[in-house]
């Protein structure tokens, strides 16, 4: 069955950006000049994606009116004779069919999820975490739904992590059945070193079956106590074969300032228009 739908999860806090997540969503913050969530929307597209569902939260209307008509704007450019500006504010409303629902409760991640159940249907999908902005000739999306059409279950996507960094993500213990394609024999919520079963970390994509809302059902609560989705992959493990497939090209954590700052200066670096000037104010720095 062809994966259609993409779930992306932008209802967090983004705590880690106060004060100015106070009143600006997270997933609205720029990169370079297009704000973050913006990326996991292309990249869906690019993947051949075609319905976008959001789950959002209070505060976060600014992403539903982006992605909007915004006729006063485009009234202005036109007037103002910027048909390059007009023509792009005009296909952005046009990307792809977005719908919308809220968490009401900030209960994790496979809360979030299992919140889609009536949207997503009896089919598989997508979710993105659009922290995670991943730069790949290939879209990520893409390779991980071929995939999932070759072995027909659901798919996470991991990366190597450091020894001190198995406490930040779900670790898997995987069995190689290709280059850079394992089958998910568990998966553990951030274990610490000693317990890890390997080093391949589960990053912000993933492919999952329509049996992923049955196990988030009767998942109890976790880690921070909340409904972790890495918990209810796990029962969906005793069900039926799960996959990881391993990142190419390089991934930024934009969930953090640090890592937002690395993500502008790499996405900044391969811009005609401003690469030269901020390479040499780099310099300047030294």
Known sequence: ?????AVIVAAGWGTRFL?????????????????????????AINSGIEQIIMVTAMGKRAIEDYFDRCFELEHFLERKGDGGRLQQMQELSRLVDIGYIRQKEQMGLGHAILTTKGMVGDEP??????????????PTLKRMIEVYQQHQGSVVAVEGVGEADTTRYGIIEPRQVADGIYQVLSIVEKPEPARAPSRLGVVGRYILTPQIFDALAVTPPGKGQEIQLTDAIQLLIEQQEVYACELEGERYDTGNPLGWLKANIAFALKRDDIAAGLREYLKSLR
């Open 1 to 5: 069955m062809k994966v259609r739908r």
């Open 19 to 43: 004060p100015a997540t106070r009143s600006v969503p997270k997933e609205m913050l720029p990169l370079v000049d297009k704000p973050l969530i913006q990326y996991a929307v292309e990249e």
């Open 125 to 138: 999908f997508a979710v993105m975490l659009p922290d995670d902005i991943i730069d790949s000739e290939v």
